[in-house]
């Protein structure tokens, strides 16, 4: 599966390269790095999504996508952002 991840990694360099300005790239680069354990990398990549108009509601879905990486890294982006995490109790 690594393998698969760092073939898509690469897919979306090159779309970064040609389209630096859209979002969808850098949220998707932000996934898989955290599905391979590069938090920061991640987190990077997703504020720059963030930074570029992502609609921060799609942050939710990391919830499900990467639970453990949403609960210790991305859920602060809710705070940072100035937005609330539709999903706390």
Known sequence: MNGD???ALDKLRQSIESYPGFWD???WKGVIHAQLGGNDEAMKNIKQSLDRGMPPVLLSPLRWLTPQFYKDHAI???AEYG???ANEN
């Open 76 to 78: 602060s982006l809710f």
């Open 5 to 7: 991840l760092q073939k």
């Open 25 to 27: 790239a850098y949220f």
């Open 83 to 85: 937005l609330t995490d």
